[in-house]
């Protein structure tokens, strides 16, 4: 990071390599669709370099990357006609080192997860965005905080409320 | 962790993202377009005109390898130096005046090491004053400029030449060391041709100003020089 602020472009490049992928999901979660997810965390890069002087020394670069792209992306979304739906991976596709379930219980196993993914769906965007950082992408609650641009304490009440909601939503639908 | 949460971790990790598309290339062509600026305003508009200034000068448009930014400076590693002319004794530093009539000049009080008070100074371009001190047995010339104001000064280095982030009381500063030439563009379209620069250089800003020290002084005995003016 250091090398990055003193103008090593070679540094910066590392950089981007290193988060780009997580900052293009985490846009395309918030931005809804795949092409403003990518203007998003281009620009994200961008503005994230002109303000490099401003990053405060000891402090964590994943969080304070995800901000200013988490930011480009909430802007567009704000535009955006619709957001793309989110959609699972195919049932054929395994992930190396995952154990194969017998055709029954990947197809039950499909269905929850279905089920579920339309419940986080159908949240108020709010708590739809709070799920999805958090549980969907994997961030800490702290790099939640700073993607949603709101304080932690938020993040965790959006997040309660959230849970609270698909619970209920999952029990309606027969599921405990 | 609840069973709803491993459930919806275990969603994520089932999500079908698009592919995440290499933005590196991309960034870095947008960034290379911009200088490097460490936290004070970025003026594109006097940047803009060292590039277009860089891209026009034949010897210099073999590539330009690397910016940085640095107050009213800006540094631009080139593959080839431009054509050079050396430094005028006489003129080269711009008409001679008294210290007061170069602050009023440069609209600022000039920041000198302590007991140093020369009475002359020069102003090129009608913003850059340069005063002339001695220290460590060795004469130097020490440059200062406002570092919003309409003036811009560009260096430029060769790819052999050393350009090392420093540090004055904190700040950010630069110590070049090998060839290069700087160039200084002031009011009234004021443009001075690439002067050869024989020493080393050490830039620096403090407050409102951007300052510069040329001399034979090591980057330690410039880096106290600086630390001393105020």
Redesign the interface.
């Given at each position: 990071m250091e090398r990055a602020?003193?103008?090593d472009?070679d540094a910066?490049?590392t950089i981007?390599?290193t988060h780009?992928?997580l900052?293009?999901?985490t846009a395309?979660l918030l931005a809804g669709n795949?092409g403003d997810?990518?203007e998003a965390?281009?620009d994200g890069?961008?503005k994230a370099?002109?303000a490099?002087?401003?990053f405060r020394r000891g402090a964590e670069l994943r969080p304070w990357l995800l901000r200013i792209v988490a930011n480009e992306a909430r802007n567009r979304r704000r535009s955006a006609v619709r957001r793309e739906r989110?959609?699972?991976?195919?049932a054929g596709e395994v992930?190396p080192g995952d154990a194969v379930p017998s055709p029954e219980a990947a197809l039950l196993a499909g269905e929850?997860?279905e089920r579920?993914?339309a419940a986080?769906e159908a949240l108020p965007d709010e708590h739809r965005d709070a799920?999805a950082c958090r549980?969907?992408?994997?961030l800490t609650e702290a790099e939640t905080a700073a993607a949603l641009g709101v304080r932690a304490g938020t993040v965790k009440s959006r997040l309660s409320r959230a849970?609270a909601r698909?619970?209920e939503t999952?029990a309606e639908e027969g599921e405990a | 962790m609840?069973e709803?949460?491993l459930?919806?971790?275990?969603?994520?990790?089932?999500?079908?993202?698009?592919p995440?598309?290499?933005?590196?290339p991309?960034?870095?062509e947008?960034?290379?377009r911009?200088p490097?600026?460490?936290?004070?305003v970025?003026v594109a508009v006097a940047v803009a005109a060292a590039l277009s200034a860089a891209l026009a000068v034949p010897q210099a448009r073999t590539a330009i390898l690397?910016?940085?930014h640095l107050g009213g400076a800006t540094v631009v590693r080139v593959e080839t130096l431009p054509r050079t002319t050396e430094r005028s004794r006489a003129t080269g530093l711009g008409s001679p005046v008294t210290l007061t009539q170069a602050e009023r000049r440069a609209g600022s009080r000039l920041e000198l090491p302590p007991g140093q008070r020369p009475a002359r100074a020069f102003v090129l371009g009608d913003s850059l004053v340069t005063v002339v001190l001695r220290t460590d047995g060795k004469t130097v010339l020490l440059s200062e400029f406002p570092s919003l104001g309409p003036g811009s000064l560009r260096k430029l280095t060769a790819a052999e030449a050393s350009v090392q982030?420093v540090r004055v009381d904190g700040a950010?500063a630069l110590w070049i060391e090998g060839p290069h030439a700087f160039e200084y563009f002031g009011r009234n379209g004021f443009a001075q041709a690439p002067v050869r620069v024989r020493g080393n250089v050490l830039l620096w800003t403090h407050g409102p100003l951007t300052l510069r020290l040329e001399g034979r002084l090591t980057m330690e005995q410039a880096l106290a020089l600086a630390r001393r003016t105020r």
């Amino acid at each position: 990071m250091e090398r990055a602020r003193r103008g090593d472009l070679d540094a910066w490049e590392t950089i981007v390599r290193t988060h780009q992928g997580l900052a293009f999901r985490t846009a395309y979660l918030l931005a809804g669709n795949a092409g403003d997810a990518e203007e998003a965390a281009q620009d994200g890069f961008v503005k994230a370099h002109r303000a490099l002087g401003r990053f405060r020394r000891g402090a964590e670069l994943r969080p304070w990357l995800l901000r200013i792209v988490a930011n480009e992306a909430r802007n567009r979304r704000r535009s955006a006609v619709r957001r793309e739906r989110l959609a699972l991976r195919a049932a054929g596709e395994v992930r190396p080192g995952d154990a194969v379930p017998s055709p029954e219980a990947a197809l039950l196993a499909g269905e929850q997860r279905e089920r579920l993914l339309a419940a986080v769906e159908a949240l108020p965007d709010e708590h739809r965005d709070a799920i999805a950082c958090r549980y969907l992408l994997g961030l800490t609650e702290a790099e939640t905080a700073a993607a949603l641009g709101v304080r932690a304490g938020t993040v965790k009440s959006r997040l309660s409320r959230a849970l609270a909601r698909l619970r209920e939503t999952l029990a309606e639908e027969g599921e405990a | 962790m609840t069973e709803l949460e491993l459930r919806l971790e275990e969603l994520g990790r089932e999500l079908a993202f698009p592919p995440a598309p290499d933005l590196a290339p991309a960034v870095l062509e947008r960034t290379m377009r911009r200088p490097f600026f460490w936290g004070r305003v970025a003026v594109a508009v006097a940047v803009a005109a060292a590039l277009s200034a860089a891209l026009a000068v034949p010897q210099a448009r073999t590539a330009i390898l690397r910016f940085f930014h640095l107050g009213g400076a800006t540094v631009v590693r080139v593959e080839t130096l431009p054509r050079t002319t050396e430094r005028s004794r006489a003129t080269g530093l711009g008409s001679p005046v008294t210290l007061t009539q170069a602050e009023r000049r440069a609209g600022s009080r000039l920041e000198l090491p302590p007991g140093q008070r020369p009475a002359r100074a020069f102003v090129l371009g009608d913003s850059l004053v340069t005063v002339v001190l001695r220290t460590d047995g060795k004469t130097v010339l020490l440059s200062e400029f406002p570092s919003l104001g309409p003036g811009s000064l560009r260096k430029l280095t060769a790819a052999e030449a050393s350009v090392q982030p420093v540090r004055v009381d904190g700040a950010e500063a630069l110590w070049i060391e090998g060839p290069h030439a700087f160039e200084y563009f002031g009011r009234n379209g004021f443009a001075q041709a690439p002067v050869r620069v024989r020493g080393n250089v050490l830039l620096w800003t403090h407050g409102p100003l951007t300052l510069r020290l040329e001399g034979r002084l090591t980057m330690e005995q410039a880096l106290a020089l600086a630390r001393r003016t105020r």
